[in-house]
């Protein structure tokens, strides 16, 4: 069974993987692509966003494999045959557990090391390429708006790297806008900064005050475009980056360095270990649910609509907790209701499952007392 689970499991999770980081990557890929930016950047992006994607997936490719394995064994009547040789629900959930376990190890190894490490440095590399405005100005044929208030526009780029036909609109300053064109113009590297260097061009400034046009022809003159650019130091000390051990020993100190609460300090470190155990959560109710019942040729449908009822049940109440989590430094142990929830309903459906004839018992004793009563 073990076996069937993690190939199952696998084919689950590189489908819901493969639709989750599309769905990304087309996106990611616009926004990329249109600022000029090389494809080795767009897929080291795509890259650094896979561990938050596996993370999201892993539940529910867990959840589908139980269902789908079991259903399947129950529908070729193998579970009925295992449990004719004696084997109790509480003895066939053993490797849905270890199952479980085994995907909470890889849910563990993504929250608390691969996902925090992956969000650092994509915000890095982020900052870095945003920083990038050569990339974003070497657009042939385009109007680009590379900070609020200006325009720029390069007719043909040369393969010698020359800018032919150049406009420049800078409007930041409302009251003398000024706006430059030349036929030719270079990009110039110069003390850690970017240089336009426009060739045999003309300046216009407009005073806005007096409604006057000026207007001074130039043989060579360089603007320097890296002030168009923010160069604010980027910010990496956010409470989701943060290492699991620094928010279990100090999260005062990791509250103030991230500049969040405590209380928000304790539902990151704690919701990490709480979506592992979900996991195991999730393979449990998927399998203890498909236990009850008869067998019917119409399939378990009604039981795997149950399950999936359960576990939008859990996530709802884990909602609900997380407001008042969020609100007390002190309730960071709601976070686990959830879970115990799972393993609870878990328990009973297998107490169900292995005493098919409980509910008709309680119903005649039901009606028992009603005709004594009588």
Known sequence: MLSQFMVLFGFFALVLVSIFWINKAVRMFDRLIGDGQPAWVFLEFTALTLPGVIGVVLPI????????????????????????????PWRLIRPVFIFGCLIALMMSLLTH???????????????????????KLLTEGEFLHPAPGVTFYIRDITPE???RDVFLSDRRNVERPVTYTSSQAYLV???????????????????????RLFTTHFDDFSYDISSL???GKTNLDK??????????????????????????????????FTQAILCIV????????????????????????SAFVLLVLIKMVE??????????????????????????????LLHIAANPGLGRRLAMWKRYRIEEAS
């Open 229 to 231: 650019i923010s160069r």
């Open 113 to 135: 090391i691969l996902i925090p490490s992956s969000l650092s440095q994509l915000r890095m590399r982020q900052a870095e390429v945003s920083k990038n405005i050569t990339a």
């Open 319 to 348: 909602s609900g907790l997380s407001g008042m989590v969020l609100n007390s430094s002190s309730a960071w142990p709601l976070l686990y209701v959830p879970p115990a929830l799972g393993m609870v309903m878990t328990a009973i």
């Open 189 to 211: 590297q110069q003390n850690g900064g970017t240089k336009l260097v426009m060739v045999e061009g003309l300046a216009q400034v407009v005073r806005t005050d007096g409604n």
């Open 239 to 272: 409470v989701g980056f943060a290492a699991t051990l620094d928010m279990l020993t100090a999260p005062q100190a990791v509250a103030e360095r991230t500049g969040v609460t405590v209380a928000q300090v304790n539902y990151e470190v704690h919701n990490r």
């Open 282 to 305: 999730a393979s449990l109710i998927g399998f203890a649910t498909l236990l009850i019942g008869t067998y019917s040729r119409f399939g378990v449908w009604w039981q795997i609509v």
């Open 161 to 163: 790297g020359e800018l």
């Open 61 to 88: 490719a867990a959840f589908a494999a139980t269902v789908y394995v079991t259903n399947r064994l129950s529908t070729e009547s193998e579970l009925t045959v295992m449990q004719a040789t004696g084997y109790s």
